[in-house]
């Protein structure tokens, strides 16, 4: 059962996540046009949008598999999506990314490093940390204009 504190202390994260992505202006006191009327639930749709950065697609795996994929779609040249899969110090993972046009794939360490290259094979490595592995997916600036699905597999043993 939810108790009413809990859910205004759920409402208050999300109000807080929503100020953060409206801008200064807003966090100031001031309003945002498109948040100045939006309901709680408004609120959490716009501060919780899958794929966001706020809100990575998990890469989750089968019983006993080693790897996992995940869907989502690019549109517009500023277009990015996030995904995010748990691994432990020690295992190798490799991060597949492949979409309708060329991509590229940067993954985020829990220590904060980085690495990443154009789409295909955009990580191949032993993981240094325990933790989540977050993954932003883009376009390649240097192909062409496109839309469309893109896929995202880990393997991790």
């Given at each position: 059962?939810?108790?009413?504190?809990?859910?205004l202390g759920l409402f208050g994260v999300l109000a807080a996540?929503?100020?953060?992505?409206?801008?200064?202006a807003l966090a100031a006191g001031?309003?945002?046009?498109?948040?100045?009327n939006a309901s709680p639930a408004t609120l959490a749709a716009v501060a919780c949008s899958p794929g966001a950065r706020a809100c990575p697609i998990r890469i989750t795996f089968a019983r006993d598999a080693y790897s996992g994929?995940?869907?989502s779609k690019l549109t517009?040249?500023?277009?990015?999506?996030?995904?995010?899969?748990h691994a432990t110090a020690g295992q190798t993972m490799v991060v597949i990314v492949e979409g309708r046009g060329?991509?590229?794939?940067?993954?985020?360490?829990?220590?904060?490093?980085s690495s990443g290259r154009p789409g295909g094979r955009v990580f191949d490595g032993i993981l240094p940390v325990t933790g989540d592995y977050r993954?932003?997916?883009t376009k390649s600036p240097i192909g062409e204009a496109w839309s469309g699905g893109v896929d995202v597999v880990a393997m991790i043993y």
């Open positions: 059962m939810i108790t009413k504190r809990a859910l996540v929503a100020i953060a992505t409206a801008g200064p001031g309003s945002s046009p498109s948040m100045s994929q995940a869907h517009g040249i500023r277009s990015e999506k996030w995904f995010v899969v060329p991509t590229r794939g940067i993954v985020y360490y829990p220590n904060g490093k993954i932003r997916v």
